[in-house]
């Protein structure tokens, strides 16, 4: 038996189903809360959406059954949703990302955040198997013990930059910030899209921070064997060193951070941004493949080559991707944007499991006309979001995408007719 409860609740709490944007926001809806005993499992988490109403906190925190939500809104439209929680929220995230876009407007500062998402990220051991022990983007960063690690010189500038949109939008975590800043950066910088996902849970305290040495160093003795030997044990691989490696095409290497690079040159003197520094290439807030030509070139000594960078035209292997990126920018493009992603998600924890994409939401295009037609072409797996989208759609029209809608007969028949009475009169004359 099921107990069964309603609500009448303002809009913001009307929001918050997954399949909302089906449903005005705007308007008050009712809410159902029904139980079912034979599940048992719901956590602490999983409730932890609804908990930030005292009331319906209140309600749920002692219950020990998943809820099943009914939503209906005034003109009668009903969809059946599991509360969805993740570990940001999406609209904050969206405007977060305007916001990050606003800030990259005013300070260029597009090279330093990148460079805090892929030192939060790149401290990932894939050999270790407890989370967040393993490292990687899970916003450890942001402690003192970890930003005073040598590699990290310099990345207080990017925190400091980013927590007043932390203060700002709580509903999101460090880890995703950093990455949000980061692939935001490259592509506000004219680099491609990255399919980017969100959730990452955060590390919660300085003695989750991994321990000093996982990234990293510009001048090893050995720089191919230490970028295998640091790269490999993120589970990343000889094209997606030399891929991410071209994200030195934007930025500036500073004596006084990192020991490496010239104090100025003509192409920093004048920043944007505070001044100073060696770029690795002219245009150094424009991100293209002129990383790889101008090190295959070498033709300016203004211009940055780290031992690092070096190698990527002197290893056999790295070689081979680094003169394809330099003849073509394309697949530099597609090959960087893969790397990012996959370098973003390293050892991450993400709630809810599968991640969260905000790229097509609301705040950036109107919700889209639900079209069968569009969904039925092809034979691509659809993904998860969009199947959940798909089924409010159905849902909020009383059917279901598992069977077909009940076809109104009679239209049917008196369209029979009138194309029958249309075809008589024609050929009646
Ligand atoms: C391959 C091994 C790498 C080494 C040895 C290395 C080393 C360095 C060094 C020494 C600096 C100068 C820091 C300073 O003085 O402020 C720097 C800057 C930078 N690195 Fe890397 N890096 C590596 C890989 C990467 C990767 C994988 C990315 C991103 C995906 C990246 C992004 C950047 C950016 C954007 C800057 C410029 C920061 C700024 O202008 O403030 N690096 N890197």
Same mark, same amino acid.
């Given at each position: ?96 990302? #305007? ?18 998402? !892929? ?13 967040? *022990? ?28 980013? *927590? ?14 950093? *990455?949000?800043?980061? #692939? ?58 030399? #891929? ?15 020991? !490496? ?16 520094? *060696?770029? !690795? ?114 849902? #909020? ?33």
């Amino acid at each position: 038996m099921a107990e069964r409860l309603s609500l009448t609740l303002p809009p913001t709490m009307a929001a918050f189903t997954a399949s909302s944007r089906i449903l005005p926001a705007a308007s008050r809806a009712r809410v159902s809360l029904a139980y079912s005993p034979s599940s048992s499992s719901a956590s602490l988490s999983s409730l932890k959406c609804l908990g930030s109403t005292p009331l319906v906190s209140r309600l749920f925190l002692n219950q020990k059954r998943s809820p099943v939500v009914r939503v209906v809104s005034e003109r009668g439209l009903s969809a059946v949703a599991t509360p969805k929680c993740a570990a940001s929220d999406p609209d904050q995230l969206r405007s977060a990302r #305007a916001d990050i876009k606003e800030l990259l407007k005013t300070n260029f500062c597009h090279p330093i955040l990148i460079r805090l998402g !892929w030192h939060d990220a790149g401290t990932y051991n894939k050999n270790i198997q407890e989370w967040p *022990q393993k490292g990687g983007a899970n916003g450890s960063l942001r402690f003192e013990v970890e930003l005073k690690h040598a590699a990290n010189a310099g990345l207080v500038n990017a925190l400091k930059l980013l *927590q007043p949109l932390k203060d700002k939008y709580s509903g999101v975590t460090y880890a995703d910030l950093f *990455q949000l800043a980061s #692939a935001t950066a490259i592509e506000e910088a004219g680099g491609p899209k990255i399919p980017m996902k969100y959730g990452r849970v955060d590390a919660t305290g300085p003695t989750e921070c991994p321990e000093e040495g996982r990234l990293p160093d510009a001048g090893p003795p050995s720089p191919a064997d230490h970028l295998r030997d640091v790269f490999y044990r993120m589970g990343l691989n000889d094209k997606e060193i030399v #891929a991410l490696s071209g994200a030195h095409t934007l930025g500036r290497s500073r004596p006084e951070r990192s020991g !490496w690079g010239k104090p100025e040159t003509k192409y920093t003197k004048d920043g944007p941004g505070a001044p100073g520094g *060696q770029s !690795w290439t002219v245009q150094w807030l424009k991100f293209d493949n002129s990383y790889f030509k101008d090190i295959k070139e070498r033709r300016d000594e203004d211009l940055l080559v780290l031992p690092t960078d070096a190698v990527l035209f002197e290893d056999a292997s790295f070689k081979e991707y680094a003169e394809k990126y330099a003849e073509d920018q394309e697949t530099f493009f597609k090959d960087y944007a893969e790397a990012h992603a996959k370098l973003s998600n390293l050892g991450a924890k993400f709630d809810p499991p599968e991640g969260i994409v905000i790229n097509d939401g609301p705040s950036e295009s109107a919700p889209e006309k639900f079209v069968a037609a569009k969904y039925s072409s092809g034979k691509r797996e659809l993904s998860d979001s969009m199947k959940q989208k798909i089924r409010a759609e159905y849902e #909020a029209i009383g059917g279901s995408p598992d069977k077909p809608l009940p076809t109104n007969y009679f239209l049917n028949i008196i369209i029979v007719i009138a194309v029958l009475a249309v075809l008589s009169s024609l050929f009646g004359n």
